[in-house]
């Protein structure tokens, strides 16, 4: 069983209390990987809010070939930041040779156009530098988004982190949100693309436990989308289903959890909204997933979530204080980072609730 986490604060926080959270839950992790993505940045990305960020792992050729291509299709280079990394020690760490996040503008040409067309060209670049790194195994891209960097190793996440410096603080890498997990994906071959938490055009998720609907839901999906690719996990399935349902139906929030796990039909006989709720259940019911999980999401416009599966078959608790919130798989995680907090606030969502924290870190608990 995995261990899931995120944090959302009022201020900048570092890597460092996402580790934090997680340490304590240790006998959930194998030791197989860390991974994190981080959105609304502060640090020495503070000043580039609405420009792309590149973030990859690769070979001294992989970055020729993402510097050339970027230059072909007209990006330009802006900002660079590279890791602090200690290659002395020997740590339990797959590590790869180089670690890019570089800041672009966006070609000339494009600049006027609307946001949906940029975003779609953002997507569209990342599909292309995939391909490119993957014809002669040179790496790995993650993300390629404003305001949002992705980092994902192989190995001990304690030495992963040392590796990194991720427990120094020196101001340089911060965000007001973070979703982390401290595993790789071990159901199948541990590749870097299986690692959680998964990003797609702004939305970002993570899993605790597993999808037994997975052959259903990629067969679905691929036709859907052409960002829902790869499929080295089945909690990917997750993050393509919240997507679409957000950004390409453009419906609620709410009607995610009804389209992963729907109510019986004899509950939806007795609503008010029964006609929507059959209406799912007949065009979508493909993307219903099934087996034990919990999932933690964070949308594009900063708000996180988490729900369960229909029979709360994996754990997870959100508590908070008046300037943070984070939601995670064992309360241990919380009387870490958040000691102080009033624990008798703290939920544990039940497999009908959908739990929304919003950008002010209220917390709305809406029941299906």
Known sequence: ?????????????????????????????????????????????????????????????????????????GFVQIAEWTPRMDWRQGFKIAALPRYVYHTYDYPEIWRQRSVEERENLLLDTRLALRKLLEEGNNGYVYSFWPDVL??????????IASFFHLWDDDGRL???????????????????????PFFLQGYTLCANGENTFYTKNTEFQRSLHCGYTGFESD??????????????????IKYYKHVITPLPLAEVDERADRRELHAIRQSLAHLEINGPNTIIGLLPDGKMITCCDSKKLRPVVVGGDSDM??????????????????????????EREMIVVDNDLAVQRWKQ
């Not at 197989?32 to 940045?41: C, E, I, N, P």
């Not at 798989?329 to 958040?338: A, D, K, M, P, R």
């Open 235 to 252: 909690s990917q399935n997750f993050l393509y289903t919240l997507h679409y349902v957000l950004r390409e139906l453009k419906w609620p």
């Open 1 to 73: 069983m995995c261990r899931i986490g995120s944090i959302k604060s009022k201020t900048l926080i570092h890597p460092s209390l996402a580790l934090r959270l997680m340490m304590p839950q240790q006998e959930g992790h194998d030791n197989s990987g860390f991974a994190m993505v981080m959105q609304d940045l502060g640090g020495v990305f503070a000043h580039y809010k609405d420009k792309p960020l590149l973030s990859l792992a690769c070979t001294q050729k992989g970055v020729q070939l993402v510097n050339r291509h970027m230059a072909e299709k």
């Open 325 to 350: 919130v984070a939601v995670t798989s064992e309360v241990c995680g919380l009387n870490t980072i958040l000691p102080g907090r009033d624990t008798a606030t703290d939920i544990y969502p039940n």
């Open 174 to 196: 911060t965000a007001k949100n973070i979703v982390t997990q401290c595993r790789q994906n071990t159901n199948y071959d541990i590749v870097r693309y299986a690692a959680h």
């Open 150 to 159: 992705t980092l994902k190793e192989i190995g001990d996440p304690l030495d």
